[in-house]
């Protein structure tokens, strides 16, 4: 009985032959499951892998840059502030920390490291967590993914589309490349830093080929955990984290023992340069010519290989622009200097008063409606009184002030009260030549007031368009020694009747004085001479864009422009009559480099080139001895320059627009609204509350003598003149004119 029970549990040569044949059949189905899931994975079941066209031209959020003309990178159009660099743009400290923290056997590998992956296996199964993914492995999730899967099981067949990508890339780009990409597209966590060279400028206000060993080995550290890392919210951890890298540095060989204890020791210094689009130079710039550009692409069709359109948000473009940095950082300091001390005495004027009495308080009814939160409570279906309460009811706030951001408790309407006597502020300049726009400042403060004043806002233009006027009478024969009358007159009869307002300094007057001490009756008289119909054209061709009607008014500028077109306008007179469309793009560029859009101005010869000069002669009387006289006491400017004054009614708007023989550059400064300005003509004047703006300007572009600017005498017209110019030479010839002048006034 024994025996036939041992012979019944004994395994027979048949068992161990049928369990070998189940055991390799489970083995090699094993494996054929294996494959056919690979397959599976590689064939996209489980979800789309990336084509050979998407490998060669992988899809990533890059910020488009907008470069000064002196190389300066002014700011960037994003969604994610990611900014690509090329490989001998990397520090080799950053590569050496990368590998040797990240993927020691980089250089052995391709695109998947087996003895890694397996050994990892073996550590995660006794409980120690470890990553495996290679360089080129996370490079693939950043790439063509959309994160990391939380889902185990989708983790798992994200896994394997990873290992088959990094394989398919590891066959289609060099190491370097490799190497690159992944700098490119990291994640650097707050801030919206993508990439190394946004991390770069971030958090040490630099480019990634001057990182040092500390630097290099905090960022690449920072990507196992940017938030934990960060060395703004958690700096122990990052020095810790940093010092680990640089272990794994010594431990590679890149570093001695003496180097890695060295910068150990050395303490986290970060110099923080958070990007936001209203932060750096020229954001009112940047913001019109977004809009510019936008509008070009869809005028001119342009679009990518596929027929999509370009994204300045997403596609990496580089925008060559005319700015200058140097000059647009001058214009801003001068700004900020003039309207700091100009807002002092504006509301010193406003202290203990009511500027919203009577009528003006429309101008508060207006704002109100104007303002998000008004069209915010509408939506939600408030009523008025409701939202009158909402707007006299206290909540905290920040305020802009010229001292700094302030926080405080105010209501809205008291936000509003606050924010219309804040005095606005605009500045433009250009070289005549060439139309480059050097130097844009369309507003004061572009977080708080994002409205740009230079080419988007039109203001009352008052006496700078008197040249224009007399840029006519130029023309048709006229000598700027010429006398006029300069008394009261009545232009016209009945309705259509015009009585110019003016004080007048003596009478007869020559054109010269009069355009230099900008009166009003003698440039009145003068379009009664030459015609409203000959002004406004010559207006318009000298490229204002707005409305200029025909009406004898338009002498003293009753119209509305914008800084821009008046500025271009003036740089005609320099420009020996050549009107040149004030240009600010040079060329956009896509990611690669290729030139896609280029701007070519607009050129047209509207003066003669000896009327031109005159002009020229006339506005430097204006500040030899005129209405800008103080840009020589005050400011103590020498060069030959010229300029011309503007002030509206009730000191509403001033101007200034100043010329030399290689910069044009104007400014405007007002309130928002025209009705809230300064009481008296000493304090809003053009003269005084515009131009001290360009002469803070002039004073350091010509202290730069790296702009090289020439500080010499503007250059004759070819062929000479024919005119006399000096009035104290054409008096002898005086007698004949004055005959003619009886004449026209029927003396």
Same mark, same amino acid.
């Given at each position: 009985?024994?025996?036939?029970?041992?012979?019944k549990h004994?395994?027979?040569?048949?068992?161990?032959?049928?369990?070998?044949?189940? /055991?390799? #059949?489970?083995?090699?189905?094993?494996?054929?499951?294996g %494959?056919?899931?690979i @397959?599976?994975?590689? +064939? &996209?079941v489980?979800?789309?892998?990336?084509?050979f066209?998407?490998?060669?031209?992988?899809?990533?959020?890059?910020a488009?840059?907008?470069?000064?003309?002196?190389?300066?990178?002014?700011?960037?159009?994003?969604v994610?502030?990611r900014?690509?660099?090329r490989?001998?743009?990397?520090?080799?400290?950053?590569v050496q920390?990368?590998?040797?923290?990240?993927?020691?056997r /980089?250089? #052995?590998h391709?695109?998947?490291?087996?003895?890694?992956? %397996?050994?990892?296996? @073996?550590y995660?199964? +006794? &409980?120690?967590?470890?990553?495996?993914?290679?360089?080129?492995?996370?490079?693939?999730?950043?790439?063509?993914?959309?994160?990391?899967?939380?889902?185990?099981g989708?983790r798992?067949?994200?896994?394997?589309?990873?290992?088959?990508?990094?394989v398919?890339?590891?066959?289609?780009?060099?190491?370097?490349?490799?190497?690159?990409?992944?700098?490119?597209?990291?994640?650097?966590?707050?801030?919206?830093?993508?990439?190394?060279?946004?991390a770069?400028?971030?958090?040490?206000?630099?480019?990634p080929?001057?990182?040092?060993?500390p630097?290099?080995?905090?960022?690449?550290?920072?990507?196992?955990?940017?938030?934990?890392?960060s060395?703004?919210?958690?700096p122990?951890?990052?020095?810790?984290?940093?010092n680990?890298?640089?272990?794994?540095?010594?431990?590679?060989?890149?570093?001695?023992?003496?180097?890695?204890?060295k910068?150990?020791?050395e303490?986290?210094?970060?110099?923080?340069?958070?990007s936001e689009?209203?932060?750096?130079?020229?954001?009112y710039?940047?913001?019109?010519?977004?809009?510019?550009?936008?509008?070009a692409?869809n005028e001119?069709?342009?679009?990518?290989?596929?027929?999509t359109?370009?994204?300045?948000?997403?596609?990496?473009?580089?925008?060559?622009?005319?700015?200058?940095?140097?000059?647009?950082?001058y214009?801003?300091d001068?700004q900020?200097?003039?309207?700091?001390?100009?807002?002092?005495?504006?509301?010193?004027?406003?202290?203990?008063?009511?500027?919203?009495?009577?009528?003006k308080?429309?101008l508060?009814?207006?704002?109100?409606?104007r303002?998000?939160?008004?069209?915010?409570?509408?939506?939600?279906?408030?009523?008025?009184?409701?939202?009158?309460?909402?707007?006299?009811?206290?909540?905290?706030?920040?305020?802009?002030?010229?001292?700094?951001d302030?926080?405080?408790?105010?209501?809205?309407?008291?936000?509003?009260r606050?924010?219309?006597?804040?005095?606005?502020n605009?500045?433009m300049?250009?070289?005549?030549?060439?139309?480059?726009v050097?130097?844009?400042?369309?507003?004061?403060?572009f977080?708080?007031?994002?409205?740009?004043?230079?080419?988007m806002?039109?203001?009352?233009v008052?006496?700078?368009?008197?040249?224009?006027?007399?840029?006519?009478?130029?023309d048709?024969?006229y000598?700027?020694?010429?006398?006029?009358?300069?008394?009261?007159?009545?232009?016209?009869?009945g309705?259509?009747?015009?009585?110019?307002?003016g004080?007048?300094?003596?009478?007869?007057?020559?054109?010269?004085?009069?355009?230099?001490?900008?009166?009003?009756?003698?440039?009145?008289?003068?379009?009664?001479?030459?015609?409203?119909?000959?002004?406004?054209?010559?207006?318009?061709?000298m490229?204002?864009?707005?409305?200029?009607?025909?009406y004898?008014?338009?002498?003293?500028?009753?119209?509305e422009?914008?800084?821009?077109?008046?500025?271009?306008?003036?740089?005609a007179?320099?420009?020996?009559?050549?009107?040149?469309?004030?240009?600010?793009?040079?060329?956009?560029?896509?990611?690669?480099?290729t030139p896609?859009y280029?701007?070519?101005?607009?050129?047209?010869?509207?003066?003669?080139?000896?009327?031109?000069?005159?002009?020229?002669?006339?506005?430097?009387?204006?500040?030899?001895?005129?209405?800008?006289?103080?840009?020589?006491?005050?400011?103590?400017?020498?060069p030959?320059?010229g300029g011309?004054?503007g002030?509206?009614?009730d000191?509403?708007?001033?101007?200034?627009?100043g010329?030399?023989?290689?910069?044009?550059?104007?400014?405007?400064t007002?309130?928002e609204?025209?009705?809230?300005?300064?009481?008296?003509?000493a304090?809003?004047?053009?003269?005084?509350?515009?131009?001290?703006?360009?002469?803070?300007?002039?004073?350091?572009?010509?202290?730069?003598?790296?702009?090289?600017?020439?500080?010499?005498?503007?250059?004759?017209?070819?062929?000479?003149l024919?005119?006399?110019?000096?009035?104290?030479?054409?008096?002898?010839?005086?007698?004949?004119?004055?005959?003619k002048?009886?004449?026209r006034?029927?003396?």
């Amino acid at each position: 009985m024994k025996q036939k029970k041992k012979n019944k549990h004994a395994l027979t040569q048949e068992d161990v032959n049928r369990y070998t044949r189940n /055991f390799w #059949k489970i083995i090699i189905g094993a494996i054929l499951l294996g %494959f056919l899931f690979i @397959f599976s994975v590689g +064939i &996209g079941v489980f979800g789309k892998l990336p084509t050979f066209r998407d490998l060669e031209n992988p899809k990533s959020n890059l910020a488009s840059e907008i470069i000064s003309d002196d190389g300066v990178v002014l700011g960037t159009y994003y969604v994610q502030n990611r900014s690509n660099v090329r490989y001998d743009q990397l520090s080799p400290h950053l590569v050496q920390a990368l590998i040797a923290t990240e993927d020691k056997r /980089f250089y #052995k590998h391709s695109g998947i490291d087996y003895k890694r992956t %397996f050994t990892i296996i @073996f550590y995660n199964l +006794i &409980g120690k967590r470890q990553g495996a993914s290679t360089i080129t492995q996370q490079l693939a999730l950043n790439l063509f993914s959309e994160g990391r899967a939380r889902n185990t099981g989708k983790r798992i067949i994200q896994k394997f589309q990873e290992w088959i990508t990094a394989v398919r890339l590891e066959r289609n780009y060099t190491k370097e490349e490799i190497i690159t990409m992944y700098f490119n597209t990291v994640d650097f966590g707050a801030y919206n830093t993508f990439g190394i060279k946004s991390a770069a400028r971030t958090y040490f206000n630099t480019t990634p080929d001057k990182l040092n060993v500390p630097q290099a080995a905090l960022l690449v550290g920072m990507l196992k955990g940017p938030g934990i890392y960060s060395p703004v919210r958690y700096p122990q951890n990052a020095i810790r984290r940093r010092n680990v890298v640089i272990d794994n540095m010594r431990k590679q060989g890149f570093l001695t023992r003496e180097e890695a204890d060295k910068y150990k020791k050395e303490p986290l210094i970060t110099d923080l340069r958070i990007s936001e689009y209203g932060e750096g130079l020229a954001p009112y710039f940047r913001a019109v010519m977004k809009r510019d550009i936008q509008r070009a692409f869809n005028e001119l069709s342009i679009t990518k290989a596929d027929g999509t359109p370009y994204d300045l948000d997403r596609d990496g473009l580089k925008i060559y622009t005319t700015i200058h940095s140097k000059m647009q950082q001058y214009a801003e300091d001068a700004q900020r200097e003039w309207m700091k001390t100009i807002q002092a005495s504006f509301d010193k004027q406003w202290k203990n008063r009511d500027p919203f009495r009577g009528d003006k308080a429309k101008l508060l009814e207006t704002g109100m409606k104007r303002s998000d939160r008004y069209r915010m409570l509408k939506q939600a279906g408030k009523s008025d009184a409701e939202i009158k309460k909402d707007f006299e009811t206290p909540v905290p706030m920040t305020i802009f002030t010229w001292e700094g951001d302030r926080d405080t408790t105010m209501t809205p309407m008291d936000s509003i009260r606050y924010n219309k006597l804040i005095l606005r502020n605009a500045f433009m300049s250009m070289e005549p030549h060439t139309g480059y726009v050097r130097a844009w400042v369309g507003g004061i403060n572009f977080e708080h007031y994002k409205y740009d004043q230079v080419k988007m806002g039109t203001r009352q233009v008052g006496s700078t368009a008197k040249p224009f006027t007399y840029a006519v009478a130029i023309d048709n024969g006229y000598s700027p020694c010429f006398q006029v009358p300069n008394v009261p007159l009545t232009i016209g009869s009945g309705p259509y009747a015009w009585s110019p307002r003016g004080e007048s300094v003596g009478s007869p007057i020559t054109l010269r004085r009069a355009l230099a001490h900008s009166q009003n009756y003698a440039t009145a008289y003068m379009i009664n001479e030459v015609g409203a119909t000959a002004v406004a054209k010559l207006t318009k061709s000298m490229g204002i864009t707005s409305d200029v009607q025909e009406y004898p008014s338009i002498a003293l500028g009753s119209y509305e422009a914008s800084l821009y077109d008046m500025v271009g306008a003036y740089s005609a007179f320099v420009n020996h009559g050549v009107w040149i469309e004030p240009i600010y793009i040079l060329r956009v560029e896509d990611k690669n480099g290729t030139p896609i859009y280029e701007k070519a101005p607009k050129v047209s010869k509207v003066l003669n080139s000896e009327t031109a000069y005159i002009m020229v002669d006339m506005l430097k009387s204006v500040v030899d001895g005129g209405s800008g006289n103080r840009l020589r006491w005050r400011y103590n400017l020498k060069p030959p320059m010229g300029g011309k004054t503007g002030t509206t009614n009730d000191n509403a708007d001033a101007w200034f627009i100043g010329i030399t023989p290689e910069l044009v550059s104007g400014v405007w400064t007002g309130a928002e609204d025209r009705g809230i300005s300064f009481f008296s003509m000493a304090e809003g004047q053009g003269a005084q509350a515009a131009l001290p703006v360009f002469g803070l300007y002039m004073q350091k572009v010509y202290a730069d003598t790296s702009l090289s600017y020439s500080q010499g005498d503007f250059p004759l017209p070819e062929g000479g003149l024919t005119r006399e110019l000096d009035c104290s030479q054409y008096q002898q010839f005086y007698g004949e004119e004055e005959e003619k002048l009886d004449e026209r006034l029927g003396f």
